[in-house]
């Protein structure tokens, strides 16, 4: 992505005094219901307060994060331009900081919002074709491999954070049209979980048979805990659970054609469904027979480093190729943890893999899991793990073997 030329280095002393009183601000937690609620009762005025000031307080808490990085991926090209992406739009916020609540001002501030994310469209492949860079360039230490992954996981949850607050502010109170008139912004208040995962599981079995001339089918079976026999309907963002479930039947979908290379569709074992509506979780469990993986793999499989798939070649001229760059497995985690969800896998070597998602059943008890920048973040991000305080490393525990 090719920026303007009107880059910030170097950075006014506004700019980092802004950045450093916005950076001090804690960004406010808004539940599910919190979103429909003003969807459905503030005004385009009082909406355009909240998402001006909102979105410099997560701008800046994630830019002061980002500037404890390792200095070499700093000036790795893409992370560069990533940087500068965001004081470009942190710069352009600070224009509406004092603004004049009219219609007018609001007006003009949608159309900023919708330049800076159609800006912000390419970050993932950027910041990803960064990493790549950075590793072509000799990497970093083991040590200091964990403050990078725990960099990555806080700066796209809080980028998922934003799009969800433009996002929202735009459908309801500015130009985008909204998914359904069904819906509250990018929320559905009765989604179709069955619809959804019908329909991640048909574009992924389309790029399977693509790729592959053949694919497993979908056994899918819904238990409604709560209302035995009703279809089952959750408050949630589909799109959010679209992405979480099409990453998980690609995987799937991949490792059962490579682990019965023999068979067609009709001879392939089927990926197995079964979602389960209950009091407080919705819970969705994906059952495979792709082979499995080591257990000592899955501390890999969320690690924003690492990918099963081959390494893309970085090229000047195209965009960067999603696959082989190791994300599909760890942004789909971070989207079911957004909103106090999470994603787990059970590996069974040699037979399948079991994913488990989980979102909150309620929009009351859906809160956003936001990154706070803070001490205790800084020390994270700064501090290298330099000795075993372990025997023999778990997937779950402390310093990853070499």
């Not at 619809?195 to 048979?209: E, G, Q």
Request: aromatic share 10%.
């Amino acid at each position: 992505m090719k920026l303007t030329r009107r880059l910030l280095r170097p950075f006014s002393s506004v700019l980092k005094y802004k950045l450093e009183h916005y950076a001090g601000l804690q960004p406010s937690s808004l539940s599910m219901q919190n979103y429909i609620e003003i969807g459905r009762k503030e005004t385009a005025t009082s909406s355009f307060v909240f998402v001006r000031n909102e979105l410099l307080v997560r701008l800046a808490n994630i830019m002061k994060e980002m500037t404890f990085l390792p200095k070499k991926l700093l000036n790795m090209p893409s992370v560069r331009s990533v940087s500068d992406l965001y004081y470009q739009s942190f710069d352009e916020l600070l224009h509406y900081e004092n603004a004049d609540v009219d219609f007018s001002m609001v007006n003009k501030f949608n159309d900023q919002l919708e330049r800076i994310m159609k800006r912000h469209n390419d970050v993932v492949k950027t910041m990803a074709a960064g990493l790549l860079e950075f590793n072509s360039a000799g990497g970093v230490s083991v040590a200091r491999e964990h403050c990078i992954q725990y960099f990555l996981d806080r700066f796209y949850t809080n980028r998922i954070s934003k799009r969800m607050l433009q996002n929202q502010h735009l459908v309801v109170f500015g130009s985008m049209p909204p998914k359904s008139p069904h819906h509250i912004g990018y929320i559905d208040p009765s989604c179709d979980v069955a619809n959804v995962i019908k329909m991640a599981f048909s574009d992924a079995r389309y790029l399977c048979d693509v790729h592959y001339k053949a694919s497993p089918a979908l056994h899918l079976k819904c238990i409604n805990s709560m209302k035995p026999g009703k279809m089952i309907r959750v408050v949630a963002v589909p799109s959010h659970l679209y992405h979480v479930m099409f990453e998980l039947f690609k995987n799937a979908m991949r490792a059962t054609v490579e682990f019965h290379p023999d068979s067609d569709s009709d001879e392939l074992p089927p990926i197995k469904v079964t979602v389960v509506s209950a009091r407080h979780d919705l819970s969705v469990k994906v059952s495979d027979r792709g082979g499995g993986f080591p257990r000592s793999n899955l501390g890999r499989m969320f690690n924003f480093m690492y990918s099963t798939a081959p390494s893309p070649v970085l090229r000047n001229d195209a965009e960067p190729a999603m696959a082989g760059y190791g994300y599909g497995l760890p942004l789909s985690r971070l989207y079911a943890r957004y909103f106090l969800g999470d994603l787990m896998l059970s590996p069974l070597e040699g037979y399948g893999t079991d994913a488990h998602v989980y979102m909150k059943a309620t929009p009351f008890e859906a809160a956003e899991v936001l990154p706070i920048y803070c001490n205790s973040s800084r020390q994270l991000l700064t501090t290298s793990i330099e000795t075993n305080d372990w025997s023999h490393h778990l997937p779950e525990y402390g310093f990853p073997s070499k």
